[in-house]
């Protein structure tokens, strides 16, 4: 069985261009994707462990920015069309785990042996009506299942005894907002076991707008859709084993390394990314390995996916601190930050406007005054005379934003 494209992401992202999204979010929803059909059937074997390709990928937007949850389901509705692909339950409780666990359990020939998992995709339009980040013990198990350990998962209750599943995977792609992550993330969570192993994908405007997909969309896009599932079928059926590194793959990746731990980025110098550079060599090599099924049944990573996996995971660090600002932060200061970017995205504003915008929430002017006293000294805004009125605008580094 051949496939019908070269590269499944470039044509999954095609496919999916017809919608506003960002391409970037396109990109680790089809990542998820191959991910998902990948499994546990393959892996990266460093002696002491081994890396398996599944993610913890969360799309984070301001509401109704850019269809986060339709985004999601462009990718998974190919992926659900895949024959014995296991999807997980809506809302991740340990009853709920064991139960998908012992439905996935299955095993697959390698060589002359058969390997046991049990493996499994979550989809979440609402990460909040998925997990509930303060159940420590939930968080420490999924940090526990991303690393891929091998063995048995066994979990011991009153009511059933001892549950153990052999093998257990997880695969999650799921959508929030900077707000949520805010009000259900505490500060010390920042940089830790379980946001350390997310890839959080950022996006605050459309790439484009979009009134009537269907207006938009080629002729032969139900053709290019079971094309693209077809593939998907072969990879998570065709593929399987140990990924091996090409010697110019092993050459810059040991230059990569010493060179990260030498050249931190410097909006990501502090503590609550720690977690996050020490674990960034997982997340390309895992990415690698989905970049090399995507192009070829040839279980080998080139120095080239390295490099595009680095950049890809790269490109999401400029935006980290968005998706983590408003952590710890009152209610005043996220006013004042709101009237900030009010300023900065209608340009010079009139004074009284700009006050009767941000009125409701700062009646006194006196403290109105005190929070854009606060911005010119920050040098995010200033103030301009044209003739008898006073206008706000943005310093000329913030309109470069």
């Not at 139960?99 to 979440?124: H, I, N, P």
């Not at 969570?189 to 969309?217: D, M, N, Q, W």
């Not at 092993?250 to 010493?258: A, Q, R």
């Not at 983590?324 to 932060?329: A, L, N, P």
Request: charged share 20%; net charge negative.
């Amino acid at each position: 069985m051949s496939r019908h494209y070269k590269d499944w992401l470039a044509a999954y992202i095609e496919y999916a261009s017809f919608s506003e999204a960002p391409k970037h979010m396109h990109f680790w929803c089809g990542v998820s994707a191959l991910a998902g059909a990948l499994r546990r059937r393959v892996w990266l074997d460093m002696a002491y462990f081994k890396w398996h390709c599944n993610f913890y990928i969360i799309l984070v937007a301001p509401p109704g920015i850019v269809s986060k949850s339709s985004t999601a389901n462009i990718a998974m509705s190919l992926l659900r069309k895949v024959p014995g692909i296991n999807f997980g339950p809506d809302v991740v409780t340990w009853q709920a785990l064991v139960k998908a666990f012992s439905e996935s359990s299955e095993s697959f020939q390698y060589g002359d042996e058969w390997l046991a998992m049990s493996a499994f995709t979550v989809e979440s339009g609402e990460f909040g009506n998925l997990l509930n980040p303060s159940d420590r013990d939930m968080i420490d198990l999924l940090v526990t299942l991303w690393d891929g350990r091998q063995g048995a998962f066994t979990k011991v209750t009153k009511m059933s005894g001892n549950d153990s599943i052999e093998n257990p995977w997880i695969n999650l792609l799921a959508c929030t907002t900077p707000s949520w992550i805010a009000g259900n993330f505490p500060e010390y969570v920042i940089g830790g076991g379980f946001t350390s192993r997310c890839i959080f994908v950022y996006a605050e405007k459309k790439h484009k707008l979009v009134a009537y997909p269907i207006l938009e969309v080629p002729p032969d896009l139900l053709e290019t859709r079971v094309n693209l599932v077809k593939d998907l079928e072969h990879i998570a059926f065709q593929l399987v084993g140990a990924y091996h590194l090409s010697d110019a793959a092993v050459k810059w990746g040991t230059e990569w390394y010493e060179h990260h731990y030498a050249h931190k980025p410097a909006n990501l110098d502090d503590d609550r990314f720690g977690g996050y550079i020490a674990r960034k060599q997982t997340h390309i090599h895992k990415l690698a390995m989905v970049l090399a099924a995507s192009q070829r049944d040839q279980l080998v990573i080139t120095d080239e996916d390295l490099i595009i996996a680095n950049k890809m995971v790269s490109d999401l660090e400029e935006d980290m601190p968005k998706v983590f600002s408003k952590i710890g932060r009152t209610e005043d200061s996220l006013q004042a930050e709101r009237f900030i970017q009010y300023i900065i995205r209608n340009g010079a504003t009139p004074y009284m406007e700009a006050y009767r915008y941000i009125h409701a929430y700062f009646p006194d002017m006196q403290d109105f005054e005190g929070v854009l006293n606060g911005a010119i000294r920050a040098g995010y805004l200033e103030v301009i005379q044209k003739g008898t009125e006073v206008y706000l605008s943005a310093c000329k580094e913030e309109k470069k934003v």
